[in-house]
């Protein structure tokens, strides 16, 4: 693996139930890149992955019947405060709104 210069770690929670399963089959957590290069923009279809990982990995599961995401992933930094980095499908609006009931801020 590359170095990883600020030492945080990524902690990925998938809605769909085939890679809940997967990740409950193998333990109830897995230590995987992203689909997508450090610093390049994310991979929304399994064609993007297979394009930019090769033949370096060894399968993907897709999610459902849909090809491609509509929108990557929301990255969400806790490092001393809470910094949404990339919003994604998960909406700023959406968390502040389950934040302010846990009278929590963005």
Do not use: H
């Not at 689909?35 to 370096?56: I, T």
């Not at 929301?74 to 302010?100: C, F, P, W, Y």
Request: proline share 3%; charged share 25%.
């Amino acid at each position: 693996l590359p170095f990883v210069s600020d030492q945080t770690i990524g902690i990925r929670l998938p809605s769909d139930l085939t890679a809940q399963k997967f990740i409950e089959d193998c333990g109830g957590a897995i230590f995987a890149t992203s689909a997508n290069l450090s610093g390049e923009s994310p991979c929304l279809c399994s064609n993007e992955v297979k394009e930019v990982f090769g033949g370096k990995i060894a399968a993907i599961i897709k999610e459902g019947n849909t090809e491609c995401l509509c929108k990557a992933s929301t990255v969400v930094s806790l490092v001393n405060d809470m910094k949404i980095l990339r919003e994604g499908s998960i909406t700023q609006k959406e968390i502040a709104k389950v934040l302010q009931k846990q009278k929590m801020s963005v």
